[in-house]
């Protein structure tokens, strides 16, 4: 069975400075999908980026980008420019590139990110 | 039409009321899943349609009754919930299951659910 784990529950980060918020997983599955979900305290989980395990470049959107190390099983986020519209909890979550009969999302336990003005 | 839309946004109910939670999207999609989310924690997978068959329960207790209409709707029907089934559910839904999908998954904004 896959796992995900985020070792940080909480993480704090000055306005307009770098924060990496942490993640590793557990599987035996060699095509899958790695994902990074943001929940603000208006509670809608929103996609902020995601990895595909055959792509080798790391992806980025914008602000946002992942360490991607697929032998290490380490799956990081980082946020460059942190703004106070960054605060949430964050998620790290896995799924099977067939989504199998379920598609189903594996989740780590959340990191909870705190933006100081 | 890029959204789930769920309603309502916030419920109360007895412990002997009946009530509905509504789910609902219009991006074609025929994958759809009912969380439970507790505060600070990650969502837990309730169940999991896959066009319009019930396709997961996890092992949910029988006061928690889902059924999906069609391919756009989703509802979970509540009855005789204990307090400890208060929680945020959430409402998500995948274009397709069982072929080789980039797309991930998109969450409605949840109803908050508390059981007095």
């Known amino acids: 069975a896959q796992t995900v784990t985020q070792s940080q529950p909480e993480m704090s980060v000055q306005e307009a400075e770098t924060v990496t918020l942490s993640c590793t997983y557990d599987t035996s599955e060699s095509d899958y999908y790695l994902f990074w979900y943001k929940q603000p305290p208006s509670r809608q989980m929103i996609l902020v980026i995601r990895?595909?395990?055959?792509?080798?470049q790391n992806a980025t959107e914008n602000r946002f980008s992942v360490n991607f190390q697929k032998a290490a099983k380490s799956f990081s986020l980082k946020i460059s420019d942190s703004q106070l519209g960054d605060a949430a909890m964050y998620f790290c979550?896995?799924?099977?590139?067939?989504?199998?009969?379920?598609?189903?999302?594996?989740f780590g336990k959340g990191t909870k990110l705190s933006v100081k003005p | 039409d890029t959204e789930v839309t769920q309603t309502p946004k916030h419920l109360v109910m007895g412990m002997t009321n009946k009530k509905s939670l509504k789910c609902e999207q219009h991006?074609?999609?025929?994958?759809m899943y009912w969380y439970k989310q507790k505060a600070k924690k990650p969502p837990e997978l309730m169940f999991v349609y896959s066009y319009e068959k019930l396709s997961i329960n996890e092992s949910v207790p029988s006061r928690f009754s889902p059924e999906c209409p069609n391919s756009s709707l989703l509802n979970l029907h509540l009855h005789a919930l204990q307090p400890e089934d208060s929680a945020l559910y959430l409402c998500a839904s995948h274009p397709t299951l069982g072929v080789r999908s980039y797309n991930e998954q998109f969450f409605g904004p949840g109803t908050r659910l508390t059981v007095l």
């Open positions: 979550a896995y799924r099977s590139a067939y989504g199998g009969s379920q598609g189903n999302l594996i």
């Open positions: 991006m074609g999609h025929r994958a």
């Open positions: 990895q595909e395990a055959y792509k080798q």
